[in-house]
């Protein structure tokens, strides 16, 4: 059957209690093609552009100390936050958190260009339209002077609005499970601003920009000595109750928020003395009557009038809501397991905040610029999950997402030294290399590539020249040809779905987010730069290996070489806007 027959037969057959198929008709729905985009407004409607910042209007701010980078807490050497142990353990204060909102979801510049100004953040996101929203629950804690309680994080005061507070015995008996000063930090999206440009496929690029603040939420983390991990077993009802988004009278007239997920960060020191099964879930009983709190604040409006509204991502929203909730528990670590051992060292002297501070997406690439194998090889095994080992003894920041990979990656390889340029494949999980096989062209000839690091199952598919294909499939974007390689990230998918419900789908981009976090920050370290490619066309992708059906689908790209400046942008410092 081909892959219009086939899609065609799923929109037929999708009804509404095939949430599966629902999410399924969104994906297909939303691809961009040659002929056609997914469809959205088809220009931009300035007066109602979204305000990137959302506040909670009658909430009290507690604003953050703006810490310099060499003010305590400082931040660990880059390579450190790549080895189990080698960053020391920082209390959770006031100063702490702030750095781990600094480097997790803070302004990290502003950009000028005439009158126009904008923000960017640690966080990067599709179209700087920032649809994620960030949240911390902390309870009563030695050294810690905030009332326990749920705050929103507020970007540009970089500041903690009180959004509700929380009886101190009760939340600490929510996290009595947990290890000692554990809190919570959760995500939630507010999918209109996507939507005002994006339209039908901005639920897509929502759920890529939370995958990479979780990327930059576990990568703070680990610039303190904290643990992270997803609170995934949560049922999403939970999520929204936590972090008030079911609110419905707070947010009448104003942009709702979709909850996405919440996160255990903890000092890893804590687990390792304690030795206790840590759960993924918060006790829903416990929630549901802290969530009789005092509430605070109304959030603002975002845009005066909204054109059209997209009830496809509703719909998809809706048909992917995680009804369940589950009980998984991580087993505490039982040892460090030293990377450093097997990484090639990266070539940076740089702390890890230089480089989260420094990180931005390359808007044009020279055409030149090639990387070392080496270079190229440490990358591709920082994005290897480990999965032969439990949860948290994975390399960060793969001990914060509780499954195995479901991404693998189809690499347009231009310029890395020692390596024919042309097609290859990383396969994040050895045990899938069978299956991926078989989803694609049997007659591509699967040779380990030359040099590669034993560890590493990196396979050579084909070779040529791919600047111009890679080009042309990213939306005749010349950044992913341009580039030192680009790659999509091709997704588990049909089958991944069907076993797990449509619950998976917004998890398999989180996923492809969290990866391409590592990847911002490792092209950073490496003296390069890089780039997260939402816009492709979808079916050409898999037409390249004559991919079978559903069984895989890009759901990212990504490109990393040799940036060239926009030297028409002035660059202002971060909080300028508060200090004069
Ligand atoms: C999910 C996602 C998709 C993106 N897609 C594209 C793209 O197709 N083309 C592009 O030039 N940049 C793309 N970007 C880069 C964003 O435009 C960039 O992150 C944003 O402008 C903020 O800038 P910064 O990354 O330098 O902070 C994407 C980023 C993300 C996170």
Redesign the pocket.
Known sequence: MSQEHLEQAIRANSNPTDLVGQVIHYHIQTKHHFHRYARSLGYLDWANQPDPFRRYEGAQLITLPLLKPDEEPVSPSYDSIYQNGAVPTQPVTVRTLSRFFEFALAL?AWKKAGESEWA??SN?????LHPTEGYVLVPQMEGLDLKSGLYHYAPKEHGLELRAEFAAEQLAQLLAPFPPSAFVFGLTSIQWREAWKYGERGFR?CN??AG?AIGTARIAASTLGWNMALLDGSAQNTVAMLLGTHRADDFLGVEPEHPDCLAIVWPSNEARSEKKEIPLFLDSVLVKVLADGVWHGRPNRLSQDHGVHWDIIDEAAEASWKVQSETPVLQPPKGFVSLSDTLHASRTTSNAGTIIRQ???A?SFDGKTAISAATFFRMMQLVMPRVERPQLERPMPWDAWPYDPAIHLMLFIHRVGGLTPGLYFLVRDPKKLTFIQESMNPELNWTMAPGTPDDLPLYWLLEGDARQLAGQV??H?D?AGDSAFSFGMLAEFEGSLRDKGAWWYPRLFWES?VL?QVL?LEAEAAGVRA??????FDDPVHEIVAMKGLSLQSL??FTIGGPVEDRRLTTLPAYHHLKT
Do not use: E
Not at 124 to 128: E, K, L, T, Y
Not at 531 to 536: E, H, L, N, S, V
């Open positions: 990290s960017l953040r990067p996101s599709s179209g700087n690029y890529h920009d990479h990180r931005r997406s808007v990213s939306c974007q950044i987010g391409g911002y780039t997260g490619i939402g816009c492709f990212y790209h």
